[in-house]
């Protein structure tokens, strides 16, 4: 089995390296990196302008970067509040969009400053400098900042390429039932180096992974049939010092387009008066989430972005303003398979966390 995680194409920018992360640090490995970004940022001077380049999917932990602005964007909110941060993104749409840019309006209005790649405007990073600390987007514009924060172009770790596991593009193909490599028989592949479809590259969909091969392996030894795959992903995000959101859903495969894939199974929804229904919701870690209505819409093209999120406010439960993809109180149910969104705030802390169900899966 193998579970190599990534490594990164620093040649995919022109004057990045391994040596020029010691400059400009990706922070996409934490270690040495993601110490290296801290001190940076508590160094700079008030007033400095910290860059962060996005790039296109895939990538490890499709929302972290757009977490790692709230955090950073708090830091400078509360230390150096002359500073702000320029998220260069190589991409039109992004994962959770709709709770990220209400985050950026109301916690960090002023001092995040988003650049989303469209028709006009390419804001992919092609050229950095650190010497000058200079970067240069796919349209020409530069941009000089006081902490510059590249998250590189990614690929399935080496060893698995070294196998000779990944396709081209440098992630490896899998088979849904099992996570068996497409290429290499008697190799599974696990975790971000997998080529998952649907299912978004997080620590915990490479543990649900991992579960799904275990059994695998004892079935074949034990001379049985292995049972149908089952596989889930939950993901929190903090956007401040009280407020965060979680998205979730369960996985299953399937086909689309006559490939073998792996499909969202159900959404991850809270019912009326505060049941749960669908999955099993992952609660343990979070305050208790104090019933409140959901709304509905159309399943949003980009998989990862929201679906039924809701504040809980001092004026009682609202609605987000309207934006394309997300729910809205009183509309269609979504279809089977869209992504379920939690909240957790200051108004939401009313008591310990329930426990979820327990089961094979979640165990």
């Known amino acids: 089995m193998l579970s190599p995680g990534i490594d990164f194409k620093y040649d995919a920018i022109e004057g990045y390296s391994a040596a020029a992360a010691e400059i400009m640090p990706h922070a996409w490995k934490a270690g040495p990196q993601t110490l290296l970004l801290m001190r940076q940022l508590e160094a700079m001077d008030d ?62 209005a002023g001092i995040i400053d988003l650049n989303l790649t469209n028709e006009i405007d390419d804001f992919r990073v092609v050229r950095v400098d650190p010497k000058t600390m200079e970067v240069q987007t796919a349209s020409g514009t530069k941009l000089k900042g006081a902490v510059v ?4 172009v990614q690929t399935a770790g080496n060893i698995a390429i070294q196998a000779g596991c990944a396709d ?30 649907e299912m978004p590259k997080s620590a915990y969909t490479a543990n649900s992974h991992g579960k799904v091969v275990a059994a695998d392996i004892l079935a074949a030894l034990a001379g049985g049939e292995p049972a149908v795959a089952r ?9 401040a010092a009280d407020d965060s959101i979680k998205i979730g859903a369960d996985y299953t495969p399937g086909e689309k387009d006559g490939k073998p894939i792996l499909v969202p199974e159900r959404a991850v929804r809270v019912a009326e008066g505060g049941k749960r229904r669908g999955a099993a919701e992952e609660l343990r870690r979070g305050p208790r989430l104090v019933p409140r209505h959901h709304r509905r819409c159309p399943q ?23 934006r394309a993809g997300q729910h809205r109180r009183g509309a269609a149910a979504p279809p089977t398979g869209s992504p379920g969104w939690r909240r957790r705030g200051r108004a939401f802390r009313a008591g310990p966390a329930p426990r979820a169900p327990q089961s094979t899966r979640d165990s």
């Open 47 to 108: 007033g400095g302008v910290v860059i962060m380049t996005v790039p296109a999917n895939p990538y490890r932990c499709p929302p972290g970067p757009y977490e790692r602005a709230c955090m950073i964007a708090h830091f400078l909110k509360t230390h150096k509040p002359k500073s702000k941060l320029v998220i260069l993104d190589a991409k039109p749409t992004f994962s959770k969009q709709g709770a990220f840019e209400e985050a950026f309006e109301r916690y960090y």
């Open 149 to 152: 924060n590249v998250i590189p």
């Open 168 to 197: 081209p593009g440098g992630w490896c193909p899998i088979r849904p039932e099992n996570f068996s490599s497409a290429k290499v028989d008697g190799i599974y592949v696990i975790g971000d180096a997998a080529i998952a479809v």
């Open 231 to 239: 596989y889930r992903n939950t993901c929190w995000s903090l956007l």
């Open 300 to 322: 949003r093209q980009h998989r990862s972005v929201s679906q039924g999120l809701m504040r809980k406010g001092a004026s009682g439960a609202r609605a987000m303003p309207a």
